[in-house]
């Protein structure tokens, strides 16, 4: 009898192990949900008061998550449009973070989320994500000419997220019809996919073809206007140059201030792009590219001053008057206007033998309540956007048929899917010596330009800053193409061999840093891990102490970046990495430790200098 009570409790022992395994098996393995929002056309509401106008709208399914809503206005007679607002709801269900392109880092407040999108700024896409980046609701607007506010917000009621389209928010041409497509991804897909293959969708529309993307514009380049400003002194700015090409510098962008000896900043004396300050612009030229360089000037598209000479030729062919910077804004919609700006490129470009162009305000070019809107009085256009989107895109066409590497560069918020046709290059805004600020407005130019050349605004840091201070101003931006402004004749020396290593380093890697697959995870958290592979080489770079995952089974080659103060690097091998070399360099490329180490399954340590280098080779 005692031998069966024991039996009997022996068993059920076992079955209860038997059974917490079983449930431990069975949750270490469960996945999470597949979530996909339910939606259709028929949520979409469109304001009532359409005047002349007949509104319709149809939906196209192209996968199961993924549908293209059409609508489309028309009258009997030309008019002008009200502003019409397309409104539609979804339910706040595993919805962490967003991604947008405006300029604010912060990706987790979406109870106000916001795009204002046209010609010369922003991508018209709003994408709200789960805790693991994926997407749970992305739109795109198929419109980026014209001005359309998009607006999102969280009802605390009943927590939902309403979206608000507005479109002909100002003042537009009359017109007998319009044509808006909304793509809508729900697909359990990365973020970063969704908004790709977005991007991918405007770049297959006529309108919208992105320009070639020339070699040079991949390269590593000196700007001058953290460095000198509007203070540009020939002579100092060739020894920079010098001293950029023996860092692996390969071009140098001449910013405002050579076209006028007036340094405060404003642009009354802008607009006859006579290199005042300069002098002999030709040598200034032939001595850059002596060096092996090449050579982008700096135009503030838009503007003539109030003081330029100028300034009478264009009377009452402006827009509006910028009073703070003392300049008016040419009116595109003249056709002489148009010619005007692009002749001054063209003849820059061939009497200078210039490399590429910086143009910047675009922005500026926009109707107002005071515009006339019509194509009258020597006007051909009605529209300025229409107009701008001419103006630019012959600017484009001309310069490069003269030369067809030609370079253009835009900073944000000049982006987005039409001034990908306007230009190659698209470069982080304004943000001296913020290496995290640069480092997110770098990565999401990254998710959404496609192949355009993404540059780093221009880093900087004090010349007493620590080198691995210093380097962290690299190390940030280092999945797009770097802009050095720091007067490299006065640092000290490890500043200098830090800069020429990690330039080198760079230029040694473009091919994975930029072309390779990149996964720009957690938007929400600023990116604190980037990382992008290509063949058998995969680089990442480590923002703050965490756990790096490394679960590519056929990696020979990888490389972890410290991007970071602190000295730990914990790696998570998926599965055996097997026998590898490994080396540990510190900021300045220096051979700190070398070894042999078979990477097992599971966590390993290392520690490497502040903004050092890990190397593993197999």
Known sequence: MKQLIILFFTLIIIVALLSCTHNKSTYISEKPKQV????????????????????????????????????????KNSAIPPKITLEWSFPSIDIYQFWNSNLRTDKVTYYGNDIRSRASSQVPLISFINSNDQNRFTFALSDALNKINTYTWLREEDSKFYCNVEIFSEPHPAITDYFLEIRIDRRNIPFYQSVKESTDWWASMDNYKPAPVPDAAKLPMYSTWYSFHQNLV?????????????????????????????????????????PERIGDMNAFVDSVHAIGMKFLLWYSLPFIGEKAKLYDQFKGKYLHHWESQGTWVLDPRYPEVREHIINTYETALTEWNLDGFKLDFLGWFYADEKTDLTAINGRDFASVNEATDKLMTDIMERLRKLKPEIMIEFRQPYIGPLMRKYGNMFRAADCPNMEVVNRVRTTDLRIASGNTA??????????????????????NILFSVPQLSVKLDSIPEDHFKMAKYWMNYWKKNKSVLLDGQFVPKNPGA?????????????????????????????????????????????????????????????????????????????????????????????
């Open 36 to 75: 996909m929002i339910a939606f259709s056309k028929e949520q979409i509401e469109i304001g009532d008061d359409l005047r002349s106008f007949v509104k319709d709208i149809t939906s196209e399914e192209i996968e199961d998550g993924l549908n293209i809503i059409k609508f489309n206005l028309s009258a």
């Open 234 to 274: 020939v002579e100092e700015v060739v020894k920079e140059c010098r001293l950029g090409k023996e860092i692996g510098l390969e071009a140098v962008i001449i910013d405002d201030g050579w076209q006028t000896k007036d340094n405060k900043r404003g642009y009354a004396y802008t607009g006859d792009w006579e």
């Open 454 to 475: 993404v540059h780093s605004d221009m880093f900087m840091w004090h010349k007493d800053d620590p080198v691995e201070s210093a380097a962290l101003q690299i190390l």
């Open 526 to 618: 600023l990116y604190p891990v980037l990382r992008s592979s290509s063949n058998k080489k995969e680089i990442i770079a480590v923002y703050t102490d965490q756990v790096i995952e490394i679960n590519k089974t056929k990696l020979s080659e990888i490389d972890i970046v410290n991007a970071k103060g602190s000295t730990s690097v914990i790696l998570d091998f998926e599965q055996d990495f097997g026998k590898s070399k490994v080396q540990i360099l510190n900021c300045l490329g220096k051979l700190t430790q070398e070894s042999s180490q078979n990477f097992k399954a599971g966590p390993t340590k290392l520690l490497v200098p502040p903004s050092g280098l890990i190397k593993i080779r197999k």
